[in-house]
Nanobody, 124 residues
Framework: HVQLVESGGGSVQAGGSLRLSCVTS????????MAWFRQAPGKEREGVAA???????MYTDSVKGRFTISKDNAKNTLYLQMNSLKPEDTAMYYC???????????????????WGQGTQVTVS
């Protein structure tokens, strides 16, 4: 079955960097969309960055120029490099996968069939 396991979260000062990883198993990523979402306390889960099987990416406006999503198909791993972190980036970060569509087109959480357990990022 499909499994997504995130790691790499932690506490960092504003302006610092973190790299999140999401190791996947149980599927072959030949089509679809893999994404990072985040959820801060009291707020809705929001899409942060996404990448499809061709390498095309999309980002939410608040992270453009600071975050970079990438994937290593040989290692079945999705990454999120986060630079110039701000306190408002504090949240639980989740990776998710949509295996039913050929590309990334929405931040609607209902579109993504599988989710990881999350990794906490705290920026002070």
């Amino acid at each position: 079955h499909v499994q997504l396991v995130e790691s790499g979260g932690g506490s960092v000062q504003a302006g610092g960097s973190l790299r999140l990883s999401c190791v996947t198993s149980g599927f072959t990523y030949i089509r679809g969309c893999m994404a990072w979402f985040r959820q801060a306390p009291g707020k809705e889960r929001e899409g942060v960055a996404a990448i499809d099987s061709t390498g095309a990416t999309m980002y939410t406006d608040s992270v453009k120029g600071r975050f970079t999503i990438s994937k290593d198909n040989a290692k079945n791993t999705l990454y999120l490099q986060m630079n110039s972190l701000k306190p408002e980036d504090t949240a639980m970060y989740y990776c998710a996968v949509d295996l039913t569509h050929s590309s990334c087109y929405t931040w609607n959480t209902a579109t993504y069939q599988h989710w990881g357990q999350g990794t906490q990022v705290t920026v002070s």
